[in-house]
Every structure is written in structure tokens, then in C-alpha cells.
């Protein structure tokens, strides 16, 4: 049973993959190319995109009585997409990106989202309903400040050579994110059935659907820097806004808005 419920895991990771890889991507592009939006913007997008696994998984893990590896999903998915980021900009080699001063508040908002889950589990404090409410306030303080300190503008100077009307592009991301939906629901189900009838452990769970969960968010990584390079634009920082925004908001939205929702599900259930 057990090697079935990994075949399966790597089954609904694979067509993880592929919806981001052909549609998810894609789709952002088209879209925000023709709202005429920014790198920044376009990464935020693709970050809150990658981000619907963790959510339905922790939604189906609290309503099914295991918060705990929904908890991990969400702690073990910030830490993995951390490292995942890295290699991405190690691997496209664009390290020295990172030392621009217009990074560091993404940088210390992203260090936090890793941080900050870790903390809560040592402190005991993960089922509190006024932490779900203090973590909402804190995504409110976060985005404030990111449109302090960084706008949201229109960019259409990038060099994109994205194809596809905006009809075709919201077609593309709705249908990625389908797939992303149903496929992060069934990893939910597949956590019940190994914690409740297999008798494994929440956290070990937990670190293996946030190993799952993180594949949209690599494939977006790595999928945005070969874009830019397939169109000889791996130059400047845009490329790396679009990763590194990516990367905070996929991780600031499970932090303070996905891991609240696990919260109240499981209080109200």
C-alpha cells in the first residue's frame, strides 16, 4: 500500500509539473501581458498561482482531523522553496541579482516567511484563532509595505515575446490551476489515508507533501529564468524580480493567508 501511495504522489507531482510548465506559466504571461503589468507583478501572480496546492492540502488535511501535516505542508513547502529558489538563480547564474539594494525587503520578507512557522511550532501556538487573525494582519502590514516600497507598475519594456491574446491566457491559467487544484486535493487525501491508516507520523507527512507542493513553485522558478533565456533576455534584474516575488508571495500567502484558513477550518470543524 505504501509503494502505491508514492506511485501515486508521483503521479499528481508529475502533473503538477506539466500544468505549470505548459499552462500556469504561460497563461501569467499572456495575462500579464496584456494588462500590461510589471515583472513584479507577473511574479506575484505566479507565486500566488503555485500556492493552490498548499491550500486545498491544508484545507482537506484540518477537515480531516491531521492539521498537524498540513502545518508541515506549509512550514516544510517555505523552507523547500527557499532552497529551490537558490538553486534557480545558482543554476541561471544570477547570484549577484540578489546584492541590489530594491531586493532586501523582499529578501527580509521572505527570510521571515521561513522563520516564522518554525517559531510557531516551538511555541505551541499553531491552532490559536488569534494567530490566524494576527497572521492576516500581518500579510495586510507586508503588503502595505511592499506598495510603499516598491509600486505595482505597468511594464511592457521587458523584450517578452509571450504569444496569445488575454482570452487565451486566462483559458491557460484557469485550466493549470485546475489541475493544480484537483491534484493538491488528492495529495490531501493520500496524507489521511498514511497518517490514519498507516499509522506514519504528521510531520514526516507534512515534509513530504511540502516536497510535493513545492514542484509548481520550482517549475515556475526555473521555467521564468529559461523563458528570458530561450529569448536571450537573461540580462538586468527583471528576470530575477519576477522569481524573487514569485518566491515571497508563494510563501507569504501560505504563511498568513492559506495556513489561517487551515486554522479556522480546523477550529470550526
Known amino acids: 500500500m505504501l509503494v502505491s501511495k508514492l506511485v501515486i504522489l508521483s503521479v499528481l507531482g508529475a502533473a503538477i509539473v506539466a500544468s505549470v510548465r505548459f499552462l500556469v506559466v504561460p497563461g501569467i504571461g499572456s495575462v500579464a501581458k496584456y ?14 498561482a503555485t500556492s493552490m496546492p498548499e491550500l486545498v492540502i491544508i484545507v482537506a488535511s484540518a477537515a480531516a482531523g491531521v492539521f498537524d501535516a ?7 513547502s ?15 547564474g544570477q547570484f549577484k541579482d ?19 512557522p518554525l517559531f510557531l511550532f516551538a511555541v505551541n ?7 490566524a487573525g494576527g497572521l492576516v494582519a500581518f500579510f495586510v502590514f507586508y503588503k502595505i509595505l511592499d506598495r510603499r516600497w516598491n509600486g505595482f507598475s505597468r511594464d511592457t519594456s521587458d523584450g517578452s515575446s509571450v504569444t496569445g491574446g488575454g482570452l ?37 507527512i507534512g515534509w513530504i507533501l511540502g516536497f510535493v507542493s513545492s514542484i509548481p513553485e ?18 538586468g534584474v527583471r528576470d530575477t524580480q ?6 515571497v508571495a508563494s510563501n507569504m500567502g501560505n504563511l498568513c493567508l492559506i495556513l489561517p484558513l487551515g486554522i479556522l477550518v480546523m477550529v470550526l470543524l
Request: net charge positive; hydrophobic share 55%; aromatic share 14%.
Open 78 to 92: 517555505n523552507i523547500i522553496n527557499w532552497i529551490l529558489f537558490m538553486a534557480a538563480v545558482l543554476f541561471w
Open 98 to 116: 540578489l546584492k541590489k539594494r530594491p531586493f532586501r525587503d523582499e529578501l527580509l520578507f521572505g527570510g521571515i516567511s521561513v522563520a516564522l
Open 242 to 247: 519576477e522569481v524573487l516575488d514569485s518566491l
Open 70 to 76: 498540513g502545518f508541515w505542508n506549509i512550514a516544510s
Open 168 to 204: 487565451s491566457g486566462f483559458l491557460k491559467l484557469f485550466f493549470g490551476l485546475l489541475i493544480i487544484v484537483v491534484c493538491g486535493w488528492k495529495l490531501g487525501s493520500v496524507a489521511e489515508e498514511l497518517i490514519l491508516t498507516l499509522g506514519i507520523a504528521s510531520w514526516i
Open 35 to 48: 494588462l500590461k503589468l510589471s515583472a513584479k507583478a507577473r511574479g506575484q501572480m505566479l507565486g500566488y
Open 218 to 235: 520550482m517549475s515556475g522558478f526555473f521555467e521564468v529564468y529559461r523563458k528570458h533565456h530561450r529569448e536571450d533576455n537573461l540580462k
Open 125 to 131: 501556538v499553531q491552532g490559536s484563532v488569534y494567530l
